[in-house]
Structures are given as C-alpha cells and as structure tokens.
C-alpha cells in the first residue's frame, strides 16, 4: 500500500520481525565502543578538536586498528 505521502507502508500484520543479534555481534560492538572511544580520547582535544594532523578517517583508521588487537 501507498500511504497520501507517497511512502510506502506495509500491511497490517505484515511488519518485518526485527532480527536478533547474537552474543558475537553484541560483544564486538562493546569492543567497538571501547575502540572509537580510546582513538577519540588519542586524536581529539578535550574541547573535541582534533589535534594536529587528526581528522576522522584517521580517527576511523586507528580505530579499526585498535579493535583488532582487543
């Protein structure tokens, strides 16, 4: 069905469950958290800009970097 807006919306009773995520998925993203937040802590100042030399693909890189060795 097309709602007046023009967006799509589904059937009554056809709604998409929501999946469920395993214990693995939900682990590394803790693990992720932990990571994005020790790269922010390395590459931005306590006011939030970066430092010299930082942005956020670098931010991202050391990131990604970081997760593999937890």
Known sequence: ??????????EAGQMKKKKTRSKKQKANDAKKSEAWALANAKGRRKNGEFYAGWDQRRIAEYANKVLKKL
Request: hydrophobic fraction near 60%; avoid cysteine; charge should be neutral.
């Open 1 to 10: 069905f097309v709602n007046p807006v023009g967006s799509i919306v589904a």
